[in-house]
């Protein structure tokens, strides 16, 4: 797989750029010297036809005359704004009048340039543009998966070999080879492939995809994108997670539950830096750095059949291996600490030495994550003015009571109830936002607040 180096725009640096000018001399000249920097460009003669163009291929940037036969410049822009991820349009005008700039800025135009103009300034203003499409997508892609992004993507350790980890990871980073990270659920395979991303310093974003979470048949779509009318809901093109990722990273969490057909479609890919979206025919390039995950011994599923060897190899160029936290017993205080004062700030209270005693002896079958649920509920469950975590606080398996019930055996449906309830109070009864600090979808939850018997107090938001 080919892709972009630090501040490229595509696999070998293009930008997808379409020129719709019919003089056709000048449209030569332009193509020509956009091509001669490096770029994809296709030329079309009209408006029509670019407007078809956009629609059968993808572009970044647009370059339109205003005076076309049959629909001119300022009809094209209209239209092709209306797409779904339009390219960013230049309009070039013959007149330079002001009129024509104001209408082509007022229809959604990056910018126009009047006859005649030097190459070098096409050069300028079509990367701008690009920078602004990339930027638009970016946004996009964020604002929908907001909710996904760890707000502490900082990894924590004083552990030695986690040391390694990182040392390894600062060597890499910056080039294209692909990262597959394996470890236990919870060991924080996500927060390493953030941390890849930042360190390489990618123009484009991290775009995450989880196998885990839909039908093969929708990550396929979700991976690959579609066309419009590949099936009876595709009422317009859709940019899969790789196109998204166009000059980023993509992360796939969890590549060893993918299907056959979806394991053999991603190496397809990867064998030749291309694929179709879902119903097309136009070739979308990648231009990703590759990061992916796996709970699972991938050898042992390749010696089974239930993965593919060849994309093994594709994706697994560096593997990472991340400890289990009760191998990171050093770290447990250190990581323990840092979610106190994230969750309560400077008024989190502190662990003591049988509490810490505790939690290192403790198993820890769910990892980073377990931990940080448990520092969650103590906060949450906390009596005012509380100052210290003691052992009997801790709500673990092996602890002898919670917070809330100190001196008495408390089972792990009492501890949930007390959480769900704490979190309601917190939140007003807002089950949306109750839901969202649970980790819990808000069917869950409403099915839980059936189950415990819970009643909504007056006043109480319980909007989902």
């Not at 989880?210 to 048949?217: F, I, K």
């Amino acid at each position: 797989m080919t892709e972009a180096t630090n501040g490229n725009a595509s696999p070998t640096g293009r930008i997808r750029i379409l020129v719709a000018e019919d003089d056709e001399n000048l449209a030569q000249i332009v193509c020509a010297f956009l091509r001669t920097r490096g770029h994809h460009v296709v030329c079309v003669g009209d408006g029509r036809a670019a407007v078809q163009a956009v629609r059968d291929e993808a572009f970044d940037v647009a370059l339109i005359d205003i005076v076309m036969p049959d629909m001119d410049g300022l009809e094209t822009l209209k239209t092709i704004r209306a797409e779904s991820d339009a390219p960013q349009v230049i309009i070039i005008t013959g007149n330079g009048t002001v009129e024509t700039a104001i209408n082509a800025m007022k229809l959604g135009a990056y910018d126009y340039m009047a006859k005649p103009y030097r190459m070098a300034e096409i050069e300028v203003l079509v990367r701008r543009a690009w920078e602004k499409h990339q930027l638009a997508r970016e946004n996009r892609y964020l604002q929908g998966r907001l909710s996904r992004v760890d707000s502490t993507p900082e990894v924590i350790t004083q552990y030695a070999p986690m040391h390694a980890v990182l040392a390894l990871l600062e060597r890499i980073a910056a080039t294209d080879s692909p990262v597959l990270i394996t470890g236990e659920s919870g060991t924080g395979k996500t927060l390493l492939a953030r941390a890849i991303h930042r360190l390489s310093g990618r123009v484009g974003p991290i775009v995450e995809a989880d196998s885990r979470v839909s039908a093969e048949m929708m990550l396929d779509v979700e991976l690959f994108g579609h066309e419009r009318g590949a099936f009876n809901s595709a009422v317009a093109r859709r940019a899969g997670l790789i196109e998204l990722a166009s000059n980023g990273t993509l992360f796939i969490d969890e590549i060893g539950v993918l299907g056959s057909k979806l394991q053999s479609k991603l190496a397809r890919a990867l064998e030749h830096g291309s694929y179709f979206r879902v119903g097309g025919t136009q070739k979308v390039e990648i231009a990703v750095r590759l990061v992916t995950s796996s709970q699972h011994d991938l050898d042992e599923a390749v010696a089974e059949g239930r993965f593919r060897f060849d994309l093994l190899c594709r994706v697994s160029t560096v593997t990472v291996s991340l400890p289990p936290l009760r191998e990171r017993v050093v770290d447990i205080p250190l990581l323990a600490h840092h979610f106190l004062r994230h969750m309560a700030g400077a008024s989190a209270p502190v662990l003591t030495p049988d509490a810490i005693a505790l939690m290192q002896d403790y198993a820890w079958p769910g990892n980073i994550r377990e931990l940080r649920n448990v520092m969650e509920r103590v906060v949450l469950l906390a009596r005012g003015g509380e100052r210290e975590i003691r052992a009997q606080h801790l709500p673990l398996a092996n602890a002898p009571a919670s917070w809330a019930t100190v001196g008495s055996t408390t089972t792990l449906a009492e501890l949930e109830r007390q959480h769900i309830d704490a979190v309601l109070m917190q939140t007003n009864w807002h089950q949306g936002n109750a839901a969202k600090i649970l980790g819990i979808s808000s069917k869950t939850l409403y099915r839980k607040i059936r189950e415990y018997g819970f009643q909504r107090p007056r006043g109480g938001a319980g909007s989902i």
